[in-house]
Structure formats: C-alpha cells, structure tokens
Antibody, heavy 122, light 109 residues
Framework: QVQLVESGGSAVQPGRSLRLSCAAS????????MYWVRQAPGKGLEWVAL????????DYADSVKGRFTISRDDSKNTLSLQMNSLRAEDTAVYYC???????????????WGQGTLVTVSS | EIVMTQSPATLSVSPGERVTLSCRAS??????LAWYQQKPGQAPRLLIS???TRATGVPARFSGSGSGTEFTLTISSLQSEDFAIYYC???????????FGQGTKLEIK
C-alpha cells in the first residue's frame, strides 16, 4: 500500500535552515506531481510547495517563496523540502501529500504522511 | 487568493444526529471543492471531491452539495468515529495551489 514517511523535523532558531525528506513507497513516485502541506499548531492546513511529476516545474505559496525549495529524487523514491531563513511563523507539522490522480493533477490528496514537526524559536 | 470560510468553528452534537457543516468561498470555485476529515494526531483523510463525489471507502452517510460559493457537508447519522475536524478545500485556482478553510470541529455533546 501507499506509504509516505517524513523526516527531518526539529527545533531550530530563526534564520537557520532545515531539510525535510519524504520517503515514498507503494506507488510509482515519478508518475505523480507531489506536494508539501503544513499545519501550524492548532491551526488549519496550508499548501506550501508543488513539484511536477517530471520535476521540471515547481511552485510555492507566497509565504515561503524565495526561502523554500522542493525537489525530488525518483531513483531514491524521495521528496525533499529545503527550508532556509526560517521564521517563527514556519512552525508547523509538515506533510508530504500525494494527489489522487497521476500526472500533474489537481491537489486532491488521497495519501498523506504522518507529518514531521518543525519548531522555529529562539 | 480565494478565502474559504467554514462555519461554525465548533459544533456540539450527539451520536445519531444529522449534522450540516458549511463552507463559503470568497469567489466562485465552481464545483472544485473537497472535504477532508482529520482526527487528533492523524493526517487528513479525503472524503469528498467535486463538491459531491465521495472518495473510495467513504460511508454513504457523508454527502456533499453546493457550487459556486456555498457548500455543505452533511453527515446523516453521526457515529462515534465521526467526531473530528472537517476542512473544506478549494482547488479552482490550481495550478499551482489550493486553499483550505479553518475547519469545523465536531465534538460530542
């Protein structure tokens, strides 16, 4: 079955960097555009980043544009999120999320990881 | 950005009751509207897409309706496992992204 396992979350100071990873199994990662979605403590969900199934196109929420970089390594079945210049408002659980449909498909997420917590605080 | 507003923020209900949750979009999203369920400590689960189409494995007691800017999620007879937070999500302005509502928490009365 589909499994997404995030890792890399931790507590960091403002301005520092962190790299999250998502290990995918049970499906052909290279066939799907993939997303990162975050959830601040006690808050709702926020789309963060998207990478096309070919890996050639990426896009970001305005709140992280210029600071975060999404990437993929299909040979290792891994999705990554490089987060630079972290701010307190980036504190959240970060999920990698798989769309229901293959290709560069609409963001209807039928599979999520368990999430990894990033805490940005001095 | 399309803003999604859910109401109420919290709803206290008894098992067996029928409940309706509301979601309003700041501009028309046609039928590009999904509902997710999230239980404590878990990732969200897709329930409804296209405003009214149940995802695979979702019980028939869940139904969605609406189009344009007004949407509802109805649970016909609440079961104990339905107490959770429900989020609506629009994907009309994809690509690239989407926006979620702030959620409605169903709690046991």
């Amino acid at each position: 079955q589909v499994q997404l396992v995030e890792s890399g979350g931790s507590a960091v100071q403002p301005g520092r960097s962190l790299r999250l990873s998502c290990a995918a199994s049970g499906f052909t990662l290279r066939s799907y555009g993939m997303y990162w979605v975050r959830q601040a403590p006690g808050k709702g969900l926020e789309w963060v980043a998207l990478i096309s199934y070919e890996g050639s196109d990426t896009d970001y929420a305005d709140s992280v544009k210029g600071r975060f970089t999404i990437s993929r390594d299909d040979s290792k079945n891994t999705l990554s999120l490089q987060m630079n210049s972290l701010r307190a408002e980036d504190t959240a659980v970060y999920y990698c999320a798989k769309p229901r449909d293959f290709g560069d498909s609409i963001p209807l997420f039928d599979n999520w990881g368990q999430g990894t917590l990033v805490t940005v605080s001095s | 950005e399309i803003v999604m507003t859910q109401s109420p923020a919290t709803l206290s209900v008894s098992p067996g009751e029928r409940v309706t949750l509301s979601c309003r979009a700041s501009q028309s999203v046609s039928s590009d509207l999904a509902w997710y369920q999230q239980k404590p400590g878990q990732a969200p689960r897709l329930l409804i897409s296209g405003a009214s189409t149940r995802a695979t494995g979702v019980p028939a007691r869940f139904s969605g309706s609406g189009s344009g800017t007004e949407f509802t999620l109805t649970i016909s007879s609440l079961q104990s496992e339905d107490f959770a937070i429900y989020y609506c999500q629009q994907y009309n302005n994809w690509p690239p992204g989407c926006t979620f509502g702030q959620g409605t928490k169903l709690e046991i009365k």
